[in-house]
């Protein structure tokens, strides 16, 4: 059913609510962009904050299109204009407890005051802390939770509770994470059979009853197995075995990426919500574009770590040097809190020798980046936007992972999707310039090209006609709009 004979019809309202990072709102608004093509009406909810810099940065500039609006709640930081729209001064942790505390009687406000009654709310995973889930329920809302990441992430995550039943966690104390404890195989998983317990988000690997972390994992899994409906960042041809595991535990579950290439066929006639494009909550700096215009076809390799990873002084110089010694052009993305949480400053004699092969930004659209003919090769953290990202674009990667479910990414595009090259722990130039070589000019960085590259076309399929994925965005508004006319 297309979104010209939906228009005759009643109206289906959803309400997207995003866990308030920037990977997991650039997500949630690429589908809530693919729903409203659809024919769909959507809300989307900011913090506050976060929509201030939406407004600065992200090329959204003030006005709703049809059918589409934002709205927002308090994050607990005081007033500012748009102007002084600035990078966040709370740890994750801190807006966590706010939202907590406040954001269910924000959301009921909200609710109230929306002039057409929400259908259904699609909830990020990590969001019903806030006892949304609870909430729904009370307003008669349906509910579904979108996982805005791979499947194996989804099910790493949710191992927590299981880890907990077994008795593996938490761990008796520090020492058995260095005494070959966490390298014990995770074998139960269909899809995931040879992972290690050090494979899974680090917040698993507490060990004290009472973590936050952990306790935190376990209550989203819990939460999750009360949801019927489960949206995942995913396609089937990717984790098809994680897929069926996940469908013998869950009612619905609807794998709809890579959402970028779902985007990619709405053209600027065709797309009612054409004022909105960006989904940055930093600001992109052109100009790396403009370098990139002056290199060869897949000579440069591009290196960023996401909008949360923090390194040490320490790794960052072995990192830059490495890049150096590698002897190939690299676009080096360093965030201004990227070392720990503060401002950079290089020495000048690594400065010096960058400005022969490097460029050096604070932020850049990444896609644009990624898909221009130049990148040959990605040097990332291993988060899912990017990896899915790499993907959709044929870019081979070497991963050094952080944190969450970058560890288990980085583990599957290694030896499940043969994508990927892995950087140990403890960073030293030595590894990394061999690596980049390898990446760029060796055996193995040819293997990992061609499977990439095969990959590339494997997501513009199922994102086409009759696609796996396309089918599963239809089905997935078709249940929006029977809930509609209930």
């Not at 609807?254 to 066929?265: K, S």
């Not at 403890?426 to 293997?447: A, F, I, P, S, T």
């Given at each position: 059913m297309?979104a010209?004979?939906r228009?005759d019809?009643?109206?289906p309202?959803?309400?997207?609510i995003p866990f308030p990072?920037?990977?997991h709102?650039k997500?949630?608004?690429k589908?809530?962009k693919?729903?409203h093509?659809?024919?769909?009406h959507?809300?989307f909810v900011n913090t506050e904050?976060?929509?201030?810099?939406?407004l600065?940065y992200?090329?959204?500039h003030?006005?709703?299109?049809?059918g589409?609006?934002?709205?927002?709640?308090?994050?607990?930081?005081?007033?500012?204009?748009?102007?002084d729209?600035?990078e966040?001064?709370?740890?994750?942790?801190?807006?966590?407890?706010y939202l907590?505390a406040?954001?269910?009687?924000?959301f009921?406000?909200?609710v109230a005051?929306l002039?057409?009654?929400?259908?259904?709310?699609?909830?990020?995973?990590?969001?019903?802390f806030?006892?949304?889930i609870n909430?729904?329920e009370e307003?008669?809302?349906?509910i579904?939770?979108?996982?805005?990441m791979?499947?194996?992430?989804f099910?790493?995550h949710?191992?927590?509770k299981v880890?907990?039943d077994?008795?593996?966690v938490?761990?008796k104390?520090?020492s058995y994470?260095t005494n070959g404890?966490v390298?014990?195989?995770i074998?139960?998983?269909?899809?995931m059979?040879?992972v290690?317990l050090?494979?899974?988000?680090?917040?698993?690997?507490?060990?004290?009853?009472?973590?936050?972390g952990?306790?935190?994992?376990?209550d989203?899994a819990?939460?999750?197995d009360t949801?019927?409906?489960?949206i995942?960042?995913?396609f089937d041809e990717?984790?098809?075995t994680?897929?069926?595991e996940l469908?013998s535990?869950?009612p619905?579950v609807y794998?709809?990426g890579?959402l970028q290439?779902h985007?990619?066929?709405?053209t600027e006639?065709?797309?009612?919500?054409?004022?909105f494009?960006g989904y940055s909550?930093?600001?992109?700096?052109?100009?790396?574009i403009q370098w990139?215009q002056s290199k060869?076809?897949?000579s440069?390799?591009y290196?960023?770590f996401?909008?949360l990873?923090?390194?040490?002084?320490?790794d960052?110089?072995?990192?830059?040097w490495?890049?150096?010694?590698?002897?190939h052009?690299f676009?080096w993305?360093?965030?201004?809190d990227l070392?720990d949480?503060?401002?950079v400053v290089?020495p000048?004699?690594?400065e010096?020798?960058i400005k022969g092969?490097g460029f050096i930004?604070?932020?850049?659209?990444?896609?644009?980046?990624?898909?221009?003919p130049?990148?040959?090769?990605f040097?990332?953290?291993?988060?899912?936007?990017?990896?899915?990202?790499?993907?959709?674009?044929?870019v081979?990667?070497?991963c050094?992972p952080?944190?969450?479910d970058q560890?288990?990414?980085?583990?599957?595009?290694?030896?499940?999707?043969e994508v990927?090259?892995h950087i140990?722990?403890?960073v030293?130039?030595?590894?990394?310039e061999k690596?980049?070589?390898e990446?760029m000019?060796?055996?193995?960085?040819?293997?990992?090209?061609?499977k990439?590259?095969?990959?590339?076309e494997?997501?513009?399929?199922t994102t086409?006609?009759?696609g796996?994925?396309?089918?599963?965005v239809e089905k997935?508004?078709n249940?929006?709009m029977?809930?509609s006319?209930?």
């Amino acid at each position: 059913m297309d979104a010209e004979t939906r228009n005759d019809q009643k109206q289906p309202h959803v309400v997207f609510i995003p866990f308030p990072l920037q990977s997991h709102i650039k997500c949630m608004l690429k589908l809530a962009k693919v729903l409203h093509n659809k024919g769909l009406h959507i809300t989307f909810v900011n913090t506050e904050s976060n929509h201030k810099r939406l407004l600065k940065y992200g090329g959204y500039h003030g006005l709703d299109a049809p059918g589409f609006q934002f709205r927002t709640v308090p994050d607990g930081l005081p007033p500012t204009s748009d102007d002084d729209a600035c990078e966040p001064t709370q740890t994750p942790e801190e807006l966590g407890l706010y939202l907590l505390a406040n954001f269910l009687e924000y959301f009921h406000d909200l609710v109230a005051g929306l002039q057409t009654p929400p259908t259904c709310i699609i909830s990020d995973g990590f969001m019903t802390f806030t006892n949304i889930i609870n909430a729904a329920e009370e307003l008669k809302i349906p509910i579904m939770l979108y996982w805005t990441m791979a499947a194996c992430g989804f099910m790493a995550h949710y191992q927590a509770k299981v880890l907990l039943d077994k008795g593996i966690v938490p761990l008796k104390d520090e020492s058995y994470l260095t005494n070959g404890y966490v390298d014990m195989l995770i074998d139960w998983i269909p899809g995931m059979e040879k992972v290690r317990l050090r494979d899974l988000p680090e917040l698993i690997l507490a060990t004290k009853d009472d973590d936050f972390g952990l306790n935190w994992l376990v209550d989203a899994a819990q939460r999750a197995d009360t949801v019927s409906h489960m949206i995942v960042h995913s396609f089937d041809e990717l984790e098809g075995t994680l897929i069926k595991e996940l469908k013998s535990i869950f009612p619905n579950v609807y794998t709809i990426g890579p959402l970028q290439l779902h985007l990619n066929q709405i053209t600027e006639k065709e797309s009612v919500n054409s004022k909105f494009n960006g989904y940055s909550l930093w600001k992109e700096e052109p100009e790396c574009i403009q370098w990139l215009q002056s290199k060869e076809a897949n000579s440069v390799v591009y290196v960023n770590f996401g909008s949360l990873a923090v390194m040490s002084l320490q790794d960052l110089l072995e990192l830059g040097w490495g890049l150096v010694n590698s002897n190939h052009y690299f676009l080096w993305i360093i965030r201004s809190d990227l070392v720990d949480g503060k401002p950079v400053v290089l020495p000048q004699e690594l400065e010096d020798v960058i400005k022969g092969k490097g460029f050096i930004s604070s932020w850049c659209p990444q896609e644009e980046v990624l898909n221009h003919p130049s990148v040959g090769g990605f040097l990332t953290h291993g988060g899912w936007g990017s990896v899915i990202e790499s993907l959709s674009a044929g870019v081979p990667m070497v991963c050094w992972p952080f944190l969450h479910d970058q560890l288990v990414n980085c583990r599957q595009m290694c030896v499940e999707w043969e994508v990927g090259m892995h950087i140990g722990k403890n960073v030293k130039r030595d590894e990394v310039e061999k690596l980049v070589r390898e990446l760029m000019e060796g055996l193995d960085g040819k293997r990992i090209r061609k499977k990439a590259l095969e990959w590339k076309e494997t997501a513009e399929k199922t994102t086409g006609p009759k696609g796996s994925s396309s089918l599963n965005v239809e089905k997935l508004t078709n249940e929006i709009m029977t809930l509609s006319r209930k």
